[in-house]
């Protein structure tokens, strides 16, 4: 049983591969319009955090933990943005259009469908260009690049794109139940937006509300601080139990307001 699922997952995933790419060697001004876009997120908010540390006098601590913050966060919002954006937030269309009608009548998981149908390349790379930036970054600060910590800092930077996934995914399936639902995923992406704050810019308890809104917040904080070796067991585990409880929350959002659609297409 375990390997026909395997055996299903792994052509699921290659036939995905196989069509994102297909897409983006036809598209290939799109290819770079979504490079050069995730490309000026990380500068904007390079020279925004440089100048606020020479503004603000911050410390040396302060000043790296900041901009490791700034590559960490690149790396998670292009790699986000790759696989998520465009799908996720189509949604209201594909309602509006009628082209759920037949997502939800293929032989794979509809939520699964949606939001990994196509992959944009070029957000993926203009992320991973700053893996070797940030490591160079963390160095610099005094963290140790050791295989655990770059272990732990991985992990939270999977449970980021777990969260982010989750409360946009929730939050645009109302497009599902109100036919004509607007753009809601515009309330969704500013908030995922602070989490390139540091958490120090925030008081403690509007910190943890935000992190218990949007726990993407809380989790690429915890990864830039495990990647200069400050993690501990607790956290990591709560963290992914919050995950995943997510996860499956999602799958039970989106499937229960498939229940209350109707069919806009003509």
Not at 32 to 57: D, K, P, R
Not at 74 to 88: E, P, S
Not at 113 to 138: D, E, T, W
């Amino acid at each position: 049983m375990a390997w026909i699922f395997y055996t299903i997952v792994r052509c699921c995933l290659y036939s995905l591969l196989r069509i994102s790419f297909q897409r983006a060697i036809r598209f290939r001004v799109d290819f770079l319009l979504n490079f050069l876009e995730g490309g000026s997120f990380w500068l904007i908010n390079y020279v925004f955090f440089s100048a606020g540390n020479h503004l603000l006098s911050a410390n040396a601590s302060s000043s790296s933990y900041n901009m490791t913050l700034v590559y960490y966060f690149q790396i998670f919002i292009g790699l986000f943005y790759g696989a998520f954006i465009d799908n996720i937030t189509d949604l209201k269309y594909y309602v509006s259009r009628g082209d759920l009608d037949w997502m939800l009548l293929k032989p794979v998981d509809s939520q699964f469908y949606i939001s990994f149908r196509f992959i944009s390349f070029g957000h993926i790379v203009s992320g991973l260009v700053a893996v070797p930036v940030l490591l160079r970054a963390v160095q610099q600060a005094g963290g140790a690049l050791s295989c655990t910590n770059l272990l732990i800092g991985g992990i939270y930077l999977l449970l980021s794109l777990c969260n982010a996934h989750s409360v946009l995914t929730i939050v645009t399936s109302l497009a599902i139940a109100l036919t004509a639902s607007g753009n809601v995923s515009g309330v969704v992406m500013p908030m995922i937006d602070l989490a390139k704050y540091p958490r120090q810019m925030y008081p403690r308890k509007a910190f943890a509300l935000l992190t218990a809104i949007v726990p993407v917040i809380g989790t690429c904080n915890l990864g830039n601080a495990a990647l200069m070796g400050k993690w501990d067991r607790g956290t990591l585990a709560s963290s992914t139990l919050i995950a995943v409880f997510l996860l499956f929350a999602t799958h039970f959002v989106f499937h229960k307001l498939c229940i209350y659609y109707k069919s806009s297409g003509s």
